[in-house]
């Protein structure tokens, strides 16, 4: 009868465990044209140039190897808002269960102005 327990559960850490998300909250007001994903900078530090906050992004889910892979869900989500960089505030590691972590990062998408 455990057994029978354990299996779904099992299965449900499996199903969420490769599920990788990236979230978005809008802080600015106003539209502004989108940007090319491939020319939004990952940047660690805040730049010295002046710039505006045009939201927040929240990723979560990517392995521990992909942070690659992580930095591009977020040029893809920050280059809708007409980012041109994203400073990451925080990023970490999960444990995930057996064993494994995912990564995770929060940061804010800017334009330059």
Same mark, same amino acid.
């Given at each position: 009868?455990?057994?029978?327990?354990?299996?779904? #559960?099992? +299965? #449900?850490?499996? /199903?969420?465990? =490769?599920? /990788?998300?990236?979230?978005?909250?809008?802080?600015?007001?106003? %539209?502004? &044209?989108?940007?090319?994903?491939?020319?939004?900078?990952? +940047?660690?530090?805040?730049?010295?140039?002046? %710039? *505006?906050?045009? =939201?927040? +992004?929240?990723?979560?889910? %990517?392995?521990?190897?992909?942070?690659?892979?992580?930095?591009?869900?977020?040029?893809?989500?920050?280059?809708?808002? =007409?980012?041109? /960089?994203? *400073? #990451?505030? &925080? &990023? =970490?590691?999960?444990?995930?269960?057996?064993?494994?972590?995912?990564?995770?990062?929060?940061?804010?998408?800017?334009?330059? #102005?």
């Amino acid at each position: 009868m455990k057994k029978l327990l354990i299996l779904p #559960l099992l +299965l #449900l850490i499996v /199903a969420f465990a =490769g599920c /990788a998300a990236v979230d978005v909250t809008k802080t600015a007001s106003g %539209f502004y &044209e989108p940007t090319d994903p491939n020319k939004v900078e990952i +940047l660690k530090t805040k730049p010295d140039r002046k %710039f *505006i906050e045009l =939201g927040t +992004l929240t990723v979560t889910g %990517f392995e521990s190897s992909e942070t690659a892979k992580m930095h591009n869900a977020i040029r893809a989500k920050a280059a809708p808002l =007409g980012a041109n /960089a994203v *400073i #990451l505030t &925080e &990023e =970490g590691m999960t444990p995930a269960g057996f064993g494994s972590y995912k990564r995770w990062a929060t940061g804010v998408a800017i334009r330059f #102005l």
